[in-house]
């Protein structure tokens, strides 16, 4: 275990015991957040592979036009930076009164959201650019624009379901808490 980890243990854990094991229904209610955050997540992943794969192959999906295509990465960029922003103005603020990865000053989390805008900017600039025929579309920029930025984005988009999982939320929130949680 890093030394970061055992801190935010040390620091969220009110007791170092086991916990008696969930029922199902508890299970479902500490597990909540995670699996609402994993069907936004999904879009993420499943949106980004399209791209990706289109820029590492230099082949767009065939039943897409260039248009239709850049639509596909512009809307992958609002739908990233709308979830980022719904999160850190109404879920992380809560979540960090107990939980430091989620604290808007020093935490993991908001620290990683941060390093994808970096690169999630530049992307968008440049897609939002080629759809308005200001720029000529090539498949090696767009991999260029997400090659700086996408192993950090898969990481966050992991650890932070893994964050919000019931054997962690549990350990920090009652479950009267977790069903008044917003999402």
Known sequence: MTGDK???????????KDLPPLTDHEFKIFNRL???????????????NLLWTAATTSRRPQNLTVKQFLNEA??????????????????FPLLATRMPEFDPKRGKLVKQHEQIHKGLEEFEAYVKKCHAGKEEFEMSVLKEKMEGWGGVLWEHLDEEVRMLGADRMRRVWSKDEMMRMPM
């Open 74 to 91: 512009i809307s992958f960029t609002s739908h990233l930076s709308a979830h980022h922003g719904i999160e850190e103005a109404h879920v």
């Open 34 to 48: 995670a699996d609402r955050m994993e069907q936004f997540h999904n879009y993420f992943r499943q949106t980004w």
């Open 6 to 16: 055992v801190a935010a243990k040390d620091a969220t854990t009110p007791e170092t």
